[in-house]
């Protein structure tokens, strides 16, 4: 069972060998989301694309979880394509984003995300509680979100509920990261590090950070045309 004690710090995460796997990758993972969408920077984006690749990426997270014991290196190489093509799903929407910002608001809202992980992970380790008790309820929440998102795209949403439906997803998905960060430290003491294990907890990693740049990006938007 994971431990909650105070016992953990940057050097014992450092001490197994499941943080340096997940961190290994997840810089790949970003890496192949950053060429995925270099290539498809400047194509139209369709809700027929959209609806296409969730369906895909959904069948590679089921194949991903199936496989994670029965053959871990297919699970981590399913890790690598779902980023893959999540980056070329990106490509269109960051396009639009710097159209919408301009570059350099644009760069200054991925640098500051940067930075919110960074210190999302560093808070991660000085905190003890239950992550799993926490992770349920931001389940609850993202199940809303996704409940309202669904139906403001037939209904429409005002500026200042967008905004405020931006800031809640910055500040949800900030809370994921941290949960699902104190989740590798807690397994990383457990001696946990199988490849499968690792596709895993580095995906959940990697849509963390994707899901709080892009509520982001869309605050950004919102508060400029305001």
């Not at 016992?7 to 197994?16: D, I, T």
């Not at 192949?32 to 498809?40: H, Q, R």
């Amino acid at each position: 069972m994971p431990r909650y004690s105070n016992n953990y710090s940057m050097a014992s995460l450092n001490e197994g060998s499941l943080f340096k796997r997940t961190m290994l990758v997840v810089a790949g993972m970003n890496v192949l989301s950053f060429v995925g969408s270099s290539l498809t920077w400047d194509l139209p984006l369709t809700m027929g694309i959209l609806f296409g690749t969730f369906v895909l990426n959904m069948i590679l997270l089921f194949a991903m979880h199936l496989t994670v014991r029965s053959a871990p290196q297919v699970s981590l190489a399913l890790a690598f394509l779902f980023a893959g093509i999540e980056g070329a799903t990106l490509g269109p929407v960051f396009n639009h984003y710097v159209d919408v910002l301009g570059p350099n608001l644009f760069s200054v809202v991925c640098l500051g995300t940067a930075g919110t992980i960074g210190i999302a992970g560093i808070v991660s380790t000085m905190l003890t509680f239950d992550y799993r008790k926490v992770e349920s309820y931001l389940m609850v929440i993202l199940l809303g979100m996704i409940v309202v998102g669904v139906v403001t795209m037939f209904t429409g949403m005002t500026a200042g509920i967008n905004i405020l439906y931006s800031i809640l997803g910055v500040v949800l998905f900030t809370a994921f990261f941290i949960v699902d960060f104190m989740r590798l430290r807690a397994e990383n003491l457990e001696g946990l590090n199988g490849w499968g294990h690792v596709a895993i907890t580095a995906t959940k990693l990697y849509l963390d950070q994707i899901n709080l740049l892009l509520y982001a990006l869309r605050l950004a938007a919102a508060l400029k045309k305001n």
